[in-house]
């Protein structure tokens, strides 16, 4: 037995209870690019997915890669920007999105997953009619003039309506989906969608016991730079206003609070980075990250 799986089994020794209460229930994992790292680590978050699986839960991974977008866009020389956290996408930018969610990440987290003996199937937003979006519209306040203007991030969308049917019969025929966060418009255009905002919109539609956000920190982290293990909707709202939650943490909390006013039972933030974060998080009492609940 290897070494990686013995500290399964060590999770799991003390995980009954949990595993009652996780009993096909769905999960749905956030898995960030910044925590895909090394392919070990890949292999890795595979195995964990597929013990998942194996034991009762009914795990939904929905990706990200903007690490990853930004590889292959330096390859082939391409300059990307971002605004609000959010990649301004135009027709080309599209086309690389599109390749390489949709491409090598999906399939390399779905053949982790199937090489540590689960099925897992990866399809993007686009396939099955899971998830239509519109063009995100987002306004900002110019600081010189305060007047409000439109932003315009090209092609950049939001989910308009979430068609969780091909989710729902892939869980039944116990194989994990993979999701890439690309959507399509009722006209058929192709948009880019921030994957937090999209493992929230699927973790809503699916009505999702949890929702676990993997990214490369601990956790939100006070204004004193320690761990907060449990926040409520009211302080994440309070940590924004006074500004020590900022930057990339935003979406992902806002994501966190979309899908607990959603009815998902908890939403957390967790280090993708920590071995077996997603078991340590589930099946012990402690938890490994920033659980918020409503
Ligand atoms: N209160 C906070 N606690 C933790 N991280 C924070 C906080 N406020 C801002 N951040 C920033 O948010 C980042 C996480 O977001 P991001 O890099 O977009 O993650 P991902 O790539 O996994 O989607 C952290 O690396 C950190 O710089
Ligand atoms: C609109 C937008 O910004 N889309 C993201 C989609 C990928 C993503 O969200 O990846 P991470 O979770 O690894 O950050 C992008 O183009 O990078």
Same mark, same amino acid.
């Given at each position: 037995m290897t070494d990686d799986a013995l500290d399964q089994m060590a999770i799991l020794a003390g995980a009954l209870p949990f595993l009652k209460r996780y009993d096909d229930q769905i999960v749905v994992v956030k898995y960030g690019g910044h925590a895909m790292g090394e392919e070990e680590t890949a292999l890795r978050f595979g195995r964990d997915i597929a013990l998942l699986e194996q034991v009762g839960v009914n795990p939904v991974v929905v990706h990200g890669g903007g690490p990853q977008i930004n590889a292959m866009l330096k390859r082939l020389g391409v300059k990307s920007s971002f605004v609000q956290g959010l990649r301004v996408t135009d027709e080309e930018m599209l086309d690389v999105v599109e390749m390489v969610l949709a491409g090598p990440v999906n399939k390399q987290v779905a053949s982790a997953i199937t090489r540590a003996g689960a099925i897992a199937v990866g399809i993007s937003g686009k396939d099955g009619g899971l998830i239509q979006a519109r063009k995100l519209t987002r306004t900002y306040r110019?600081?010189?003039?305060?007047i409000e203007r439109v932003l315009d991030l090209g092609f950049v969308g939001e989910p308009e309506? @979430?068609?969780?049917r091909v989710l729902q019969l892939l869980i039944g025929a116990d194989i994990v989906p993979v999701v890439a966060p690309v959507g399509v418009g009722a006209d058929g255009q192709t948009y880019n969608i921030n994957a937090d905002t999209v493992a929230g919109a699927i973790a809503g539609a699916l009505g999702a016991e949890r929702l676990l956000m993997l990214t490369d920190v601990r956790g939100v982290l006070g204004p004193d730079g320690q761990l907060i293990p449990e926040m409520t909707v009211a302080e994440v709202k309070a940590g924004i206003e006074a500004g020590w939650i900022s930057a990339g943490m935003i979406p992902k909390v806002e994501t966190c609070i979309y899908a607990v006013e959603r009815g998902v039972k908890g939403a957390v933030i967790v280090d993708?980075? @920590?071995?077996?974060a997603v078991l340590l998080e589930l099946f *012990?009492? *402690?938890?490994a990250g920033t659980l918020i609940r409503a």
């Open positions: 110019d600081p010189d003039s305060h309506r @979430v068609d969780p993708g980075r @920590v071995p077996h *012990t009492g *402690t938890g």
